[in-house]
């Protein structure tokens, strides 16, 4: 069974077509990123997963059921979701943010407790150091790192990613995306990861979906992807071009 | 009037003062504050309601308890007429703050919220008031001592409290009597004012 399904859907607001026929199958266990430029419709495309946005047209299935045949507060606590905004509650520590799915879930005190120092530490958070701090506490890549933990915490099968490390410092965009690929690598999780970065979709994505204008563009592995000739993929691929070019001449101009 | 009198006087106006006080901010609160949070769900009554509360804030409070006597029902003379126009002025800054408190909740924890599979029940009470708390109470503390000032002109339709003192003085030319009255309204005021202030502050976690 496909993990999460997009059949011909269409988004229309305002008169604009956000996403165009849209259709895509999630495969359990990879991770599928949605790259394109901004307005390309991917935050819609993901927000549609969990139910925070419903097509005008076609459907969306998750693990089998369309999205409107779901109970959305079922179906919302079963995936993960991180966005770049991370959006912790202030008022919560670390340790409450951490546990408020298992906590709508009505899991035990002690579980709770238990599952949230096993995630902090699977994230590299010390428990014991952060577990009862508030977010305003953290720096940027700490904030994130709770965002993830937050995400993971009710053990969902699916983790929806909206541009997470966008706005952190390359040093730390770095780290958490290695930390991404280890946590992949243990957990065998289905995610669908949005980003408009190039590097960061062919390092992290077993299979890349360029979205342009609201239609899919190109789906190919990251290695089919480098070869593609689609227009808008050598345009992403320019910008690669680009980077490489540039630091092949930096060290001709220091000699 | 001896000097016992004076102060047994003022003790009792005083306390009267204060039960009319706290009975108009306990229902200005109770249709104040879901009545805000109704708002926030409710873009389009937004303009209406809080225009009525506009309105309301801008009747020269003299001219309002006038208005109220002649109206059935929560008109006449007395405390009851008073209790109503004391929780029409409160109204605005109670709902004018719940609403503003709780739409400043920033949009990326709202969404999160309701990402993660909270009813909209969940997110109002763990998410959304608790973040608006202080907001809220700085409304209500800016209504309660409004009205402990306002209410001293309830007096002039038979509502008692210490605005009584007032219009006696005013009315026998007596500094001692407008003072009797002024000095513990403000006191009265003073105190809210710390003590609202001080919960206010315990809500810092914030």
């Not at chain 1, 693990?63 to 409107?68: A, D, K, L, N, Y």
């Not at chain 1, 190039?198 to 342009?212: M, Q, S, Y």
């Not at chain 1, 609201?214 to 345009?235: I, V």
Request: proline letters at 5%; glycine letters at 10%; a positive charge.
């Amino acid at each position: 069974m496909t993990a999460v399904e997009f059949r011909q859907v269409s988004y229309r607001a305002g008169g604009l077509a956000i996403l165009d026929q849209f259709t895509l199958a999630v495969q359990p266990g990879e991770t599928l990123v949605l790259l394109g430029r901004s307005g390309a419709g991917k935050t819609t495309a993901l927000k549609m997963v969990n139910g925070l946005v419903f097509p005008t047209t076609g459907e969306i299935v998750v693990e089998g059921r369309t999205t409107t045949a779901w109970d959305l507060i079922e179906l919302r606590r079963s995936i993960g979701y991180v966005i770049q905004e991370v959006g912790l509650f202030p008022h919560l520590t670390v340790a409450e943010n951490v546990g408020i799915v298992p906590r709508l879930k009505s899991w035990t005190a002690e579980r709770i407790a238990a599952r949230t120092r096993e995630l902090l530490t699977q994230v590299d958070l010390a428990p014991e150091e952060f577990a009862g701090r508030y977010p305003r506490q953290l720096s940027g890549g700490q904030r994130q790192r709770v965002g993830v933990a937050r995400a993971l915490a009710a053990e969902p099968r699916l983790l929806l990613f909206d541009e997470p490390f966008g706005a952190l410092d390359p040093v730390t965009r770095l780290e958490l995306q290695n930390q991404f690929l280890a946590l992949r690598e243990r957990l065998h999780k289905t995610c669908i990861f949005v980003t408009h970065d190039v590097r960061e979709a062919l390092r992290l994505g077993t299979r890349i979906a360029l979205l342009d204008r609201g239609r899919l563009e190109t789906l190919a592995t990251p290695d089919q992807f480098l070869k593609s000739l689609g227009p808008q993929t050598r345009g992403f691929l320019a910008v690669l071009d680009q980077e490489l070019r540039a630091k092949g001449e930096e060290p001709q101009s220091h000699t | 009037m001896n000097r016992s009198g004076l102060w047994g006087d003022i003790l009792s106006l005083t306390a009267e003062h204060f039960v009319l006080v706290v009975v108009s901010m306990a229902i200005a609160v109770a249709i104040g504050l879901p009545t805000g949070i109704l708002l926030t769900r409710k873009a389009p009554l937004r303009g209406w309601v809080l225009g009525f509360a506009n309105v309301m804030q801008t009747i020269p409070s003299l001219a309002l308890f006038g208005f109220l006597i002649p109206i059935p029902f929560i008109g006449g003379i007395g405390k009851r007429t008073a209790i109503v126009a004391l929780v029409l002025y409160a109204l605005l800054p109670i709902l004018r703050n719940t609403l503003v408190g709780i739409l400043g909740v920033d949009p990326a924890v709202r969404e999160s919220a309701v990402a993660m599979g909270m009813t909209g029940r969940q997110l109002l009470f763990q998410v959304e008031l608790p973040l608006a708390v202080r907001t809220i109470l700085a409304g209500i503390r800016v209504a309660t001592v409004t009205t402990i000032g306002t209410a001293t002109i309830a007096a002039a339709i038979g509502a008692g409290g210490l605005g009584v003192f007032i219009f006696r003085g005013i009315a026998s030319v007596d500094t001692t009597q407008i003072l009797a009255g002024a000095i513990p309204a403000a006191l009265l005021a003073l105190i809210s004012d710390g003590g609202l202030g001080w919960i206010e502050k315990r809500f810092s976690a914030v």
